[in-house]
């Protein structure tokens, strides 16, 4: 009970911190703490595999990612922390704007059954539950479709990112190509001239 | 008084607004991107709190597909973000009105 309030409380802190820190590298940092926390809190809930898996790929892949990024558009001339940051403006009807939607979702959860029913397909045993095999075992059985759905998906995002990246690197080529063809038509010019 | 499910689902949506939070209050875009993946990160939360109240692995297995998402959304976003704010001096998506009409 006190190690449950004791990571909530660590969690919404660090998310806190994520939206509000002045530079983005200090937000990287608030959700690799917020990512760790969430890792123990599914190992908490007997969720052996996912707690690896958060782990692995959020703060392995995904968080490197956003400090690669961070690193390459600093990296110019204006530091990064003087971009706009526009904290105060619109803080206040912000926070209505969400703090209603927070009573309406709390009011609408109140309200609902959804909560007592129960689930329709086959139902675990709790000394198997959460574990590795288990969890493996349904991935490549009854949930085979959404685990290729899944890889469709990845792919997807490859050609996309693939896509996004090649049209700069070929406006880059094509430029330099238009320099160099600019450089030999500007020295067969003067060739002739010396002629 | 035990940690019951009423809990995760409090603790999961205060996160989640949180999330919301910084996507309307912030406009640089890696903290936008940051404040989707906590969205993601609490509804992951009641997923899995919620199959472990029903013993249920459906849950987890959609919790490990929103995972899977999430990271190709990242993906493309940032790559996104550095094909878009690469010659600018400044981060911020309002600054961006390449379609503003």
Do not use: C
């Amino acid at each position: 009970m006190i190690f449950f309030w004791f990571l909530a409380a660590i969690l919404i802190a660090s998310a806190v911190w994520t939206i509000s820190a002045s530079k983005p590298v200090y937000s990287v940092v608030a959700l690799l703490l917020n990512f760790a926390v969430l890792a123990v809190l599914y190992l908490t809930l007997s969720a052996e595999f996912l707690a690896v898996i958060q782990i692995i790929v959020y703060s392995g892949a995904i968080l490197v990612l956003f400090v690669f990024v961070i690193a390459l558009l600093s990296s110019g001339v204006t530091p990064f922390a003087t971009g706009p940051n526009r904290l105060p403006n619109i803080w206040m009807p912000a926070s209505v704007v969400v703090l209603a939607a927070f009573g309406f979702l709390i009011y609408a959860l109140s309200q609902t059954s959804a909560m007592q029913a129960r689930p329709s397909g086959p139902v675990g045993s709790a000394a198997v539950f959460g574990s590795v095999a288990d969890f493996g075992r349904a991935l490549f059985t009854v949930q085979l479709l959404p685990f290729e759905v899944t890889a469709l998906i990845l792919m997807v995002a490859v050609i996309g990112v693939i896509t996004l990246g090649g049209e700069q690197m070929r406006d880059a080529d094509s430029s330099r190509q238009q320099a160099a063809a600019d450089r030999s038509m500007r020295e067969a010019i003067l060739r002739e001239g010396g002629d | 008084m035990p940690v019951t499910l009423n809990h995760y689902v409090a603790l999961a949506s205060v996160i989640f607004f949180i999330g919301v939070t910084g996507v309307i209050v912030r406009r640089n875009p890696l903290i936008m991107l940051m404040s989707i993946e906590l969205m993601f990160n609490s509804a992951n939360l009641l997923f899995i709190a919620f199959a472990r109240v029903w013993l249920h692995n459906a849950g987890q297995i959609f919790a490990f597909l929103v995972i899977t998402v999430a990271a190709a959304e990242a993906a493309i976003g940032l790559a996104i973000i550095v094909t878009t704010f690469r010659p600018e001096k400044y981060v911020d998506v309002d600054d961006v009105r390449a379609l503003h009409g």
